[in-house]
């Protein structure tokens, strides 16, 4: 059967990960119409890539009343080791989650696809981009399969046709098609092949939540999962063969015994498989009215745990900024900022990962000791490594600020106490906070107006993802550039 009906949505989705069900999520619930499409069956996945929620996607995820439900079904680890000596103190995050939150992806999907489906997103499952063309008012999708359904899970129309939008984000992933709709090049390199994983049952799990090391011959990772398997990912340099190489338990093994020296019992494997690890960015995250975010826009190596946190966070920038655009509360403008802001990041997080795997990795001698020799000068120095873990974990990602500036404005902030509760809290409504001292009145807009719990003098203006937009200290007048900047955002 075949249909050529043609539903509308104010924006579409493509891809109902970790990335596309935040945003789709965040959409829906400012009141923007929203379909996601995905090309996979209805419901989440038992099997898992990411395992880490750090602690600036905690952040961003308690601003929407999740965070706390997850840290309830993960394990917090307050350190995080990379290789060899070098270990991130995470208690000395300036956050409220001073660790990494060991969870599988999995269970950070499911709570984010009932988040979407309480939303209102309209799903549209088993169904494909076949094509896309967009005009100076829209994009026109072609489709191929079932139509838009009303819910997670809900039966739709089998067949195929056309999806109109103001918007769409390509959130699919490695192999886009939404990138490959829009000719957007994906350039890099695969930087490591034949990895193995390994979701098994161990007889003597390790003592460590996370559990890595390297030889330089070999590498292994092993983490739990809450039902009693663990995760097992490796590497044997000697072992370079197609992802398509048929794999036993006894290779993995092996791997795992010549990177930490046991196997623990490895026993009853749900679920085995090779895969290459691939280096590669997008030139652009905007190709006029479509967009790019988490892999479908980056890919790196899993070092460090940054693959669905960064996606996650691509999600967190993007979202406010098109439901601001859709509702005309902003100049096109605003969108260019996605990518001002987020492809620096994505960049940074190549060269990080692509880092630590190469020095996890080092087989020659004169990298082994410079592995050494840094993992000597990071624990000596600690601005060293509250750099790399801020890096790592999100904490200290600041954006680009305009030439005069106040020093806040890019810049992250923490979850202060306000005299109505928290920062994060204040944040849920999905719109701008302004912090005012205390006994102060502002003109504020449709953002919401707090005070410091504390006797801090300081005016702050917070975006929906919690970062500062504008900042102005005691005795500056700060109502006419307050109101110069809403004027611009059109925020009023």
């Known amino acids: 059967m075949t249909s050529s009906r043609t539903t509308d949505s104010a924006v579409v989705v493509v891809g109902a990960g970790p990335t596309g069900l935040l945003l789709a999520g965040d959409l829906a619930t400012a009141g923007v119409p929203v379909t996601l499409v995905e090309k996979r069956a209805p419901g989440i996945s038992n099997l898992s890539r990411a395992m880490v929620v750090h602690a600036r996607t905690l952040e961003q995820l308690d601003a929407r009343g999740l965070a706390d439900e997850l840290e309830a079904k993960g394990e917090p680890l307050a350190d995080l080791r990379l290789f060899g000596r ?34 209102g997103v309209r799903f549209a499952y088993e169904t494909e981009v076949a094509g896309l063309t967009q005009d100076a008012d829209g994009v026109t999708l072609e489709l191929r399969g079932p139509g838009v359904g009303a819910g997670a899970g809900a039966g739709a129309e089998v067949g195929s046709g056309t999806l109109r939008a103001a918007y769409v984000v390509g959130a699919d992933g490695l192999r886009s098609g939404v990138r490959a709709a829009v000719g957007l090049p994906f350039p890099g ?28 011959d ?23 063969v197609p992802d398509s190489e048929p794999l036993d338990l006894d290779e993995v093994k092996g791997i795992v ?15 085995m498989s090779r895969f290459h690890s691939d280096e590669r960015q997008a030139p652009a995250y905007r190709v006029g009215r479509v967009f790019h975010a988490g892999d479908a826009a980056h890919v790196h190596s899993p070092a460090g745990g940054q693959g669905m946190n960064t996606g996650l966070q691509d999600a967190a920038n993007l979202s406010w900024k098109l439901a601001a655009a859709v509702q005309g509360r902003a ?7 996605y990518e001002a802001e987020r492809h620096p990041v994505g960049k940074a997080v190549l060269r990080s990962s692509g880092g630590l ?34 890096q790592i974990t999100g904490i200290g990602i600041k954006y680009p600020a305009p030439k005069g500036a106040h020093p806040l404005v890019g810049r992250r902030i923490s979850d202060v106490a306000l005299e109505e509760g928290r920062l994060y809290e204040a944040l849920r409504a999905g719109e701008f906070v302004l912090i005012s001292p205390r006994g102060e009145k502002s003109e504020t807009g449709r953002a919401v107006q707090a005070h410091w719990a504390s006797a801090r003098r300081t005016t702050v203006l917070v975006r929906p993802d919690g970062y500062v937009a504008w900042a102005a200290e005691e005795g500056t007048d700060c109502s006419v550039s307050l109101k ?9």
């Open 257 to 271: 015994r010549q990177a930490l020296g046991r196997d623990f019992g490895m026993r009853d494997a749900r679920w």
């Open 86 to 119: 070098l270990a991130l103190d995470l208690t000395q995050l300036h956050s409220r989650f001073r660790h990494v939150l060991v969870l599988p992806q999995y269970d950070v999907e499911r709570v984010l696809e009932r988040r979407a489906v309480e939303a």
């Open 218 to 240: 070999a590498f292994a990772f092993i983490a739990p999962f809450a039902d009693g398997y663990h995760r097992v990912i490796g590497w044997d340099r000697s072992r370079n």
């Open 357 to 390: 795997v190469r020095l996890a990795m080092a087989k020659r001698p004169w990298t082994r000791a410079v592995r050494a020799a840094l993992a000597v000068f990071a624990d000596a120095v600690p601005a060293v490594r509250a750099k790399a873990a801020g």
């Open 484 to 492: 110069q900047y809403g004027e611009k955002i059109r925020w009023t």
């Open 189 to 216: 390199r695969s930087v490591i092949r034949s990895l193995v994983l390994a979701d098994v049952r161990l007889a003597e799990p390790p003592e460590s939540l996370l559990t890595v090391n390297a030889n330089g």
């Open 331 to 337: 100049s096109d403008g605003l969108l260019d900022t």
